[in-house]
């Protein structure tokens, strides 16, 4: 059939995408996952000393996962099956079992590739239990969210997680000499324009050929586009992130060890990222008041009231102009000086509070409003601190049996040096008074 449609030309009539042109026939033409392919990478390893077990693959899209697993098939002589989880049930995956068996009886083993794995809910995974103990398929699973909070321990520890990284640009360099080899003829691209489609791709090597196909369409006889001209025909693609899922909670991460770390110029480029990827720009003003009470608290006091100012002036402006007022209170948290004093002091305190259980208050800081309570001893010795010398009496406030402890112990930085002079100094009439 597919002779008949080559000798009536329909076979040009729907040309294959170049992605599919270009896949790699063996493992090592796989670009950019040397550390897994290359000569000493973990799956050449796994294939040399022939034991091959159930894997998971972990990375982006556009790395290669699917085309190794095709290519693994072949290398292991595995009959290549393939689902995705965006398509299948248990109903599914019952029929592909059944397959595997049948060809197990005779003496054919089958490789089974789950696309998006991490969309099954856990009684689905749990399916491929039995199959994988006793090696009726090997597993070779593809995500792009982390295994380690997609996918439930039983399969994980079952199963080896190989990581595939995003393609660098020497990577997808290479992926457009392929193209330009495979097309016969070079992109009609000039040097700055070459390397802005090379960041367009954001690392994945589908989206690299995809875009060289837009070129290829828009580009007329012997035209030449240089960068600006690529904006125009070629659309940008959306940075690889999605709002529920790992590339929220990573740039998150490195917006906030940014901050913590006193970097503003960092803090800026991840809050950058975030507003371009269409990161709620809400949650990151609510995380910035976060930073101010964790990291810097009372080292500056005026960070929590800028980054409470942000984002009240983000709700009053609106975007774009908001905006603005979120990057000023990112950078006043990120030069400030550091402190998580009262952050560890209250963790303290509350495993403190939850380990002496009900302790009651010492009856001399107790109020007693009735006969009965001045009977039993309530506020009996309290000394009002205003009438003391200095307005500090220096009294017990701990629960007697617990006895006085110390929580807050406020470094030398920031507004916290003041702090801390007050507290040496109240500990000093403590000790003078006999109360310490």
Do not use: C
């Amino acid at each position: 059939m597919a002779d008949l449609f080559a000798a009536a030309g329909l076979d040009r009539a729907s040309p294959r995408p170049l992605a599919d042109r270009l896949r790699p026939k063996q493992l090592a033409d796989v670009v950019g996952q040397d550390h897994l392919v290359g000569p000493d990478g973990t799956i050449t390893r796994m294939l040399r000393s022939g034991s091959l077990g159930s894997l998971i693959f972990w990375g982006p899209p556009g790395t290669g996962k699917t085309t190794v697993a095709r290519l693994l098939a072949g290398e292991t002589d595995l009959a290549f099956e393939q689902v995705s989880a965006i398509f299948s049930g248990v109903a599914d995956l019952k029929k592909v079992f059944e397959t595997a068996r049948g060809r197990r009886a005779m003496g054919k083993g089958t490789l089974l590739f789950v696309d998006e794995i991490h969309r099954f809910n856990r009684a689905q995974l749990d399916s491929f239990l039995p199959v994988v103990e006793d090696g009726t398929v090997v597993l070779v699973g593809a995500t792009t969210e982390n295994p380690s909070f997609e996918l439930n321990a039983a399969l994980l520890s079952r199963a080896h997680v190989l990581v595939f990284k995003s393609l660098d640009e020497p990577a997808i360099e290479k992926l457009l000499d392929r193209a330009e080899a495979e097309l016969g003829r070079p992109l009609p691209l000039d040097g700055d324009a070459r390397a802005a489609l090379v960041r367009m791709a954001d690392g994945d090597g589908r989206a690299a050929l995809t875009l060289t196909e837009d070129v290829l369409r828009a580009a007329r006889e012997g035209e030449i586009f240089d960068a600006a001209g690529l904006g125009e025909v070629v659309q940008r693609r959306a940075p690889i992130y999605d709002k529920s899922q790992d590339g929220h909670y990573n740039l998150m991460s490195a917006l906030h060890k940014s901050v913590r770390g006193s970097d503003p110029d960092a803090a800026l480029y991840w809050f950058a990222r975030m507003l371009d990827a269409g990161e709620d720009r809400r949650y990151i003003a609510r995380r910035i008041v976060r930073m101010a009470v964790e990291d810097v608290g009372l080292a500056d006091p005026q960070a929590l009231v800028v980054a409470n100012a942000a984002k009240d002036a983000f709700d009053f402006l609106g975007s774009p102009e908001g905006e603005l007022a979120i990057a000023e209170a990112l950078v006043h948290v990120a030069t400030a000086p550091k402190s998580n004093g009262v952050y560890t002091a209250f963790k303290a305190a509350m495993r403190a509070a939850k380990e002496g259980g009900s302790l009651p208050p010492p009856k001399h800081i107790l109020n007693a409003p009735t006969k009965l309570m001045k009977q039993e001893g309530y506020s009996e010795g309290y000394r009002y601190d205003h009438d003391q010398p200095d307005a500090f009496s220096g009294q017990n406030y701990f629960p007697e049996k617990l006895g006085r402890l110390r929580f807050y112990d406020p470094p030398e930085r920031g507004f916290e040096r003041e702090i801390r002079k007050r507290l040496d100094w109240w500990a000093k009439l403590r000790r003078e008074r006999g109360e310490g």
